[in-house]
Nanobody, 124 residues
Framework: QVQLVESGGGLVQAGGSLRLSCAAS????????MGWFRQAPGKEREFVAA????????YYADSVKGRFTISRDNAKNTVYLQMNSLKPEDTAVYSC?????????????????WGQGTQVTVSS
């Protein structure tokens, strides 16, 4: 019911910043919980951050707390991930996901729709 397209990835030096965007199709964006996940080569996809329908509640993986901020603009059907103080270990393909459920979740199987991903590379 919803299509997701990520953008904003790229190459950045350690300590730098990037802002990822995830644009959703349709007119029911505000009915979904949204999350960001990432996957590095040879590793399992891991949870990064999630946000509730209104944008008032967020949840972060310990590895990104204090550095990343998830937000959403329901009027623009867009969710964002502001990434500051980037580290080489943040290098991964970052994907946006939508959840029809009621609680913020960190597991990949909890999400119903996924974007194609955008590459983030952090050099040392």
């Amino acid at each position: 019911q919803v299509q997701l397209v990520e953008s904003g990835g790229g190459l950045v030096q350690a300590g730098g910043s990037l802002r990822l965007s995830c644009a959703a199709s349709g007119r029911t964006f505000s009915s979904y919980l949204m999350g960001w996940f990432r996957q590095a080569p040879g590793k399992e996809r891991e949870f990064v951050a999630a946000i509730n329908r209104s944008g008032g509640t967020t949840y972060y993986a310990d590895s990104v707390k204090g550095r990343f901020t998830i937000s959403r603009d329901n009027a623009k059907n867009t969710v964002y991930l502001q990434m500051n103080s980037l580290k080489p270990e943040d290098t991964a393909v970052y994907s946006c996901a939508a959840d029809k459920g009621y609680f913020l979740r960190a597991t990949t199987t909890s999400y119903d729709y996924w974007g194609q991903g955008t590459q983030v590379t952090v050099s040392s």
